[in-house]
């Protein structure tokens, strides 16, 4: 049960939902909390400001953890198990994100009614982004893909318990790459939820020096290690199928090419122009030419029993403030490009999917 942010016990509710943030001057998420809509979610604000103010509202926890974005998850993760089991999902919404309560409603609604494992809001055609697949396609309602963004996901709960110790493996980019194929089974189980898209405002890497990638370090570095470490080639985002308005299923990238293409529109609204246009030209390359699909792996040896032992002995109030992190001790070595390459020679089966799909699961 939730307690209202003012501590005076006058409002006790049940919501089914959380939305994670890490905050900072420049976070979006009084509008996360805009008056004039019943919301269906508990919102949980991490700032990373050691001299923010306390949020006290209905619904709302409030916590100061200095750190970059990932750890500070970790965090939040290791410390509010309890907290976190109350509710069925919990979405991880960057600061830079716009939305309106009634669409944060609508996401978390579509993700309940299709069960799905994991998902996110598509993107507006005005937003700054990385893949032309998460951009808005209006004609419909859904689309199951094989890859969510790190930018807004919403896991159900059994799923981020599951995926949780990527966020303690000192990565500030590239998990997302990671956790779909750690948790794949069905080509229903991930979806871009084109009916209530949401804005990202900044540029993408806005915040970069912040979360440790200045001298030298790229996203590149933390991507191509991970990667390695899981033995993952980087696969297309690409969608398996899609869910019109009317609730009608178009299955096969042939059929979903055509109302890809109304995406050159979204081009010129941003600057630099020429990357997006660049990105969009690649979904459509992906969609002509490659099968969408998910990659069966699993934790490295040790990395998901350390997590859930530091879980088991964290015993922090959810609602006590710090700015401490604390690492995981006695992680392995993070293998090399190369040596996690050449491991990819693995023998593979392949599972069926709807629509001559298919999913390719390490056979280990």
């Known amino acids: 049960m939730t307690t209202n942010g003012s501590g005076d016990g006058s409002e006790k509710r049940v919501r089914k939902y959380l939305l994670v943030a890490r905050i900072?001057?420049?976070?979006?998420?009084?509008?996360?909390l805009a008056a004039g809509v019943d919301r269906n979610y508990d919102v949980f604000l991490s700032s990373y400001e050691p001299n923010s103010p306390a949020i006290q509202e209905d619904g709302v926890y409030f916590e100061r953890r200095l750190g970059r974005k990932v750890a500070g998850y970790d965090g939040f993760l290791r410390e509010n198990a309890k907290l976190i089991s109350r509710y069925k999902y919990i979405?991880?919404?960057?600061?830079?994100?716009?939305?309106?309560?009634a669409s944060i409603n609508g996401i978390f609604s579509r993700c309940d009614q299709h069960n799905l494992k994991?998902?996110?809001p598509a993107l507006t055609w005005d937003s700054h982004f990385t893949y032309a697949c998460l951009l808005r396609q209006r004609r419909y309602a859904l689309r199951y893909v094989n890859f969510v963004e790190m930018m807004c996901p919403v896991f159900r709960r059994d799923i981020l318990e599951r995926i949780a110790p990527l966020y303690a493996l000192g990565y500030e980019s590239g998990i997302d790459l990671i956790w779909c194929n750690l948790v794949a089974e069905s080509p229903r189980d991930f979806a871009v939820i084109?009916?209530?898209p949401v804005r990202h405002t900044e540029p993408v890497g806005g915040n970069k020096s912040a979360n440790g990638f200045a001298d030298g370090r790229l996203y590149e570095d933390d991507i191509h290690a991970i990667l390695a470490q899981f033995r993952l080639p980087w696969l297309r985002a690409t969608p398996f199928s899609a869910v019109g308005r009317s609730g009608r299923e178009s299955s096969g990238r042939k059929s979903l090419l055509p109302w890809?293409?109304?995406?050159?529109?979204?081009a010129p609204l941003r600057r630099p122009m020429a990357g997006r246009l660049r990105a969009i030209l690649v979904h459509w390359?992906?969609?002509?030419?490659?099968a969408a699909g998910n990659m069966r792996t699993k934790f490295p040896a040790g990395i998901a029993g350390r997590f859930a032992d530091a879980a088991v002995r964290a015993t922090r109030r959810p609602m006590e403030m710090t700015g401490r992190h604390i690492p995981m001790q006695g992680m392995p070595p993070v293998p090399s490009l190369r040596s996690g390459?050449?491991?990819q020679a693995d023998r593979r089966e392949t599972i069926s999917a709807e629509g001559g799909l298919t999913f390719r699961r390490e056979d280990r």
Not at 93 to 99: F, P, Q, V
């Open 91 to 101: 979405c991880f919404l960057d600061e830079d994100i716009e939305a309106s309560p």
């Open 118 to 120: 994991i998902a996110q």
């Open 341 to 343: 390459l050449r491991r």
């Open 194 to 196: 084109d009916e209530f």
């Open 260 to 266: 890809a293409l109304v995406l050159l529109a979204a």
């Open 24 to 32: 900072g001057p420049k976070s979006l998420h009084a509008k996360w």
């Open 285 to 290: 390359r992906h969609l002509w030419l490659g």
